[in-house]
């Protein structure tokens, strides 16, 4: 694993700031929320940091200063990323880098603790985000079409990549950032404000033909940052004093599944070129790409930070980017369609 260490974290006054982790950052999606993540802090220019009065900002989870790590195979693209987040950030955000395959089981425990560690702990960040997004469509094509070893390796490598290593990502994630810390002498909480946010789809709640192993695989992911929200809904509340001692009562822990629309990617060019795809499937992609009509990856990344500046998602949800509001249900909140 290749990677640029962290450099010094900026000082917001109170001696915290605010961290985010994106797994997928080279490109597409991921490199849009990245983006937008970075425009929206720029903008703000630091609102949120340090606040002595009893009105709280908006921004307070997602402020500057702000570090963002950034998680991916390409070590090309990957630091083509942070440079352009640094950039849009006006020096209010620092980044490292990690190159890494999330895909190998082997080597992905070592190589992310590599990753928590270079972060030295909980206690400096008001808040922790992780940006679950990494992932791949699988292999193509109708259950029936299964057959011999290669396609069980393959099916293999489709698993590990886009269930287990998010699933053991998270796990890591919300171990490392909330185990409880000791409160200082006028009981001030010190725990951070953690939140795990796993990019998912409509194909985590609906069946698509020919593309089971990318359901399966985000539905898989969807019900596991569910249960995550379940075993941490109990005691999971704090007045922050550090917002001020008015400041409405937030949960320490959230999760949220948010489906970003079918976007205009690399991964719908895939779909509208397959032979593999459902007929359907297929025409809808190509003529949603001839007709431009698809998700723009800036628009659906700009929707998804409103949402975690809000902070008034119910934990585990499920939201898409086509929702008006947000529902409570984590299913309802999903229009039934053939948006992927």
Not at 124 to 132: D, G, M, T
Not at 159 to 164: C, G, H, P
Not at 175 to 194: E, G, H, K, M, R
């Amino acid at each position: 694993m290749n990677n640029r260490a962290a450099p010094a974290l900026l000082d917001s006054g109170d001696g915290r700031t605010s961290l985010v982790i994106i797994t997928g950052a080279s490109r597409g999606i991921g490199r849009a929320i990245a983006l937008a993540i970075s425009d929206d802090v720029a903008r703000e220019g630091g609102v949120g940091v340090n606040v002595k009065t009893d009105e709280t900002s908006a921004a307070e989870l997602l402020s500057a200063p702000l570090h963002m790590v950034l998680i991916s195979r390409s070590e090309y693209l990957l630091r083509e990323t942070a440079q352009l987040v640094e950039e849009r950030g006006h020096g209010l955000i620092t980044t490292s880098c990690h190159q890494m395959d999330l895909s190998d089981l082997a080597t992905l425990d070592e190589n992310f603790k590599v990753v928590l560690e270079s972060l030295s702990g909980a206690a400096q960040y008001n808040s922790c985000w992780l940006i679950n997004n990494a992932g791949s469509l699988g292999p193509l094509g109708k259950v029936s079409i299964y057959s011999g070893a290669s396609t069980m390796k393959e099916l293999r490598q489709a698993v590990d990549f886009n269930l287990t290593s998010s699933i053991w990502i998270s796990s890591q994630f919300t171990q490392t950032f909330l185990n409880p810390l000791a409160a200082t002498d006028d009981n001030t909480p010190q725990s951070p404000f953690v939140r795990v946010v796993n990019i998912t789809s409509l194909c985590g709640i609906e069946p698509f033909s020919t593309m089971s192993i990318y359901c399966a695989a985000k539905a898989g992911r969807e019900m596991f940052h569910r249960v995550l929200a379940l075993e941490h809904s109990i005691d999971n509340t704090t007045e922050s004093q550090q917002f001020g001692s008015n400041h409405k009562q937030k949960q320490i822990f959230k999760t949220l599944n948010y489906a970003p629309g079918p976007c205009d990617t690399e991964m719908t060019d895939i779909l509208a070129d397959s032979s593999a795809l459902d007929e359907n499937l297929r025409k809808y992609f190509v003529t949603s790409k001839r007709e431009k009509s698809l998700v723009k990856v800036e628009d659906t990344a700009k929707k998804l930070v409103q949402i975690m500046k809000s902070d008034e998602f119910e934990s585990g949800t499920h939201i898409d980017y086509f929702d008006d509001n947000i529902a409570d249900d984590p299913i309802s909140a999903t229009t039934h369609d053939t948006r992927v």
